[in-house]
């Protein structure tokens, strides 16, 4: 079902120690109730893609509130604070974590809320939503979109704002996983996501891994030569119906 | 993926931005999506003033193609230049 009225705003949410934060929210119009999505911005910055994200995930159904993970380094635009972010190394997983438990408990508090919230990310956001899938207690559902580094082959590669690889916590994992992957991608390479999904079989968790060939890394990105129309217009399909399934309406009916 | 590696150079010397003409005195390289160049990598850099705090930057993004291209015509037209102005010197 499509939702062709919406709202998109920019809105406040408690953030990591409490502090104060911005992101962009769009929902559909009406009263629902829709199940939220927490949708997390790659390295670069909080972006046009990132707000054309969470209006696609609207029009499909759901209230998708994508926080601005550099807005400590403001003032200036989103780029500008990212390259403060970039310089100093990143921001950090506890602080990432922070934002989006934040972004969370903002999706819940909302009378149109079903009560239940996904967290999507691409690139490094794909790798921090499999991080939030293993930290943040109660989510319904997690999407990662060909996160790099939630395997880390070379410790060197670990960090004081990135201290654990995200796959020695996979056991922490409580919610249904959707992973989308290029088989083009370095980065993570399919043998990573093989590594991945080995884990995850064996420790029995609920997940589906869907791959692309003749993708790379990003291919959803529509303004970069990366893109891939048919296999972006099947990513977003899985995406659809993996949220429906497990924060949509059906996901809430007894 | 992206990637949070960052070279950093000392320098001396001012940019142009929105503001005006500036001081800088650290260039931060990396390698990495871009956030307005339509490319799946490119080669940023930004000119940053770090003693004043790093607010404003002039920033580009480029292809590695170009990167190498401009590497060597900075690298040419020093080598150049400082020719010329030594020839002058002496005249």
Known sequence: MSYLAMTAEIVSFSGHNGDEG???YARPSGNGPFGGVVLIHHMPGWDDWTAEAARKLAHHGFACIAPH????EKPGTPDDCAARARAA????????????SGCADFLRSLPH?????????????GRQSYLAGCRIANLDAVVDCWGGAVIVDDPKDLTPQRPVAPIDL???????LLGLFGNDDPRPSPDQVNRHEEVLKTLGKTYEFHRYDGAGHGFFASERPGYRVEQANDGWRKVYAFLGSNIGPAATVD | MCSYIVE???????AKGQAGWMSVDTANVYFDHPY??????????DFINRKDGARERVAIEISAESARELAKAMLAALERGEM????LEHI
């Open chain 1, 22 to 24: 911005e992101a962009y």
């Open chain 1, 69 to 72: 993970l550099y807005f400590r």
């Open chain 1, 89 to 100: 190394g990143g921001v950090s997983d506890d602080q990432v974590m922070g934002d989006v």
């Open chain 1, 113 to 125: 809320s079903n009560g239940k919230v996904a967290v999507m990310g691409f690139c490094s956001g």
């Open chain 1, 170 to 176: 996979s056991e922490n994992l409580t919610a249904p």
């Open chain 2, 8 to 14: 950093e150079v000392a320098l001396t010397g001012s």
């Open chain 2, 36 to 45: 307005h160049a339509s490319l799946d990598h490119a080669l940023g850099i």
């Open chain 2, 84 to 87: 010329e102005h030594g020839a």
